[in-house]
């Protein structure tokens, strides 16, 4: 595929850029979704897909993994048009008389994509974990950076190296099915969510702080792991199957810096009420935006990308109502089971 026309471009797959497609439907629009990831889902199927969320309104808790799968289905009646596994690099804009100009992007797979308007729900960006030096040798043999299966952790001997919310949660989450789960923080105290530091502490997870991993051993497979800890003599070593990196992550907005829009603290897209940017005929959503006020939580980006859409609709068509009814008015399709 090397030319690809709609009415609106969604660059992100994350839970937003997904409610994006299913709303962008409800207004009529044929809509492309473009994702750097190879799978939808953004930050959450890579990151925590079996981690229960508790603040998407109307589920008390949700696994990452059924949220996703729901969005998913919730656009599918609109048929959205995937594109995954390929970077927004280049934008062009070619003039058309009497209508909006014809935004295209260019990615990096060749694919040109020609929209009337474009909405950004890229999350925090194009991401990439933080490496742990001492363990290279063994990625994709023990040392991992995400976990998206804790399948494979059962039984296994797991050290999680991290103090953030993904480490914490990682750990607790792989604790009821491993034979023994190890935290190991280079500091005293952890930078994850005060609620699951206390959930951790009470837990069997065994906890080591001020340490650093400083040495992977084993063959075919990583099989134990050397840890420096402040204020001891020797290294201690501990039995290690599974080593889970969770050091954070770097991000940036990669070449849309380079697309003329008004950035905050040089990571963020400044956006107005109508969650436009200041170039015409793009909008944005989500955790990548930034205004006075902004909280960044899934359920604050769902609202936003409907503001989006709706505003990007009227970019469109400007005798367009900009609020088209309530879903109620006029439902999705259902579909019909084979």
Not at 68 to 84: F, K, R
Not at 204 to 230: C, D, H
Not at 303 to 323: I, K, M, Q, S, Y
Request: hydrophobic fraction near 45%.
């Amino acid at each position: 595929m090397n030319a690809v026309e709609v009415d609106l471009l969604i660059l992100g797959a994350g839970p937003v850029g997904l409610f994006g497609a299913y709303y962008a439907g409800v207004r009529g629009l044929k809509v492309a979704v473009a994702d750097s990831l190879s799978q939808v889902g953004g930050q959450v199927t890579a990151m925590y897909p079996e981690k229960q969320i508790f603040d998407i309104a109307g589920f008390p808790a949700v696994s990452g993994r059924r949220l996703i799968g729901n969005l998913v289905e919730q656009a599918a009646p609109y048929d959205p048009l995937y594109l995954l596994g390929q970077e927004a690099q280049q934008l062009d804009r070619v003039p058309r008389a009497g209508e909006p100009d014809l935004l295209v992007v260019k990615t990096s797979t060749g694919t040109e994509i020609a929209a009337g308007t474009v909405v950004i729900t890229g999350g925090i960006g194009t991401f990439a974990p933080r490496p742990l030096a001492a363990g290279e040798g063994f990625l994709g043999k023990g040392l991992e950076y995400f976990v998206p299966s804790s399948a494979e952790y059962a039984g296994k001997d797991v050290v999680v190296v991290g103090g953030g919310d993904s480490a914490v949660d990682w750990a607790l989450m792989l604790q009821p099915i491993a034979a023994s789960v190890t935290i190991v923080h280079r500091r005293e105290a952890f930078r994850a969510h005060s609620g699951s530091v206390e959930q951790l502490k009470t837990s069997p997870v065994q906890i080591i702080v001020n340490a650093q991993v400083t040495t992977t051993k084993g063959g075919e497979q990583l099989e134990a792991i050397e840890v420096a800890v402040k204020g001891e003599s020797e290294t201690r070593t501990l039995t290690c199957h599974k080593l889970v990196a969770a050091l954070g992550f770097t991000a940036n907005l990669g070449p849309l810096r380079d697309w003329g829009m008004e950035l905050h603290d040089n990571r963020q897209l400044v956006v107005d009420s109508a969650m436009r940017t200041n170039v015409p005929g793009i909008f944005a959503a989500g955790d990548i935006t930034h205004y006075d006020g902004k909280v960044r939580l899934i359920a604050v980006g769902f609202g936003e990308v409907a503001t989006a859409v709706n505003n990007a609709a009227v970019h469109l068509d400007p005798a367009a109502p900009l609020f088209p009814g309530h879903s109620t008015d006029n439902p999705a399709p259902v579909p019909v089971p084979a």
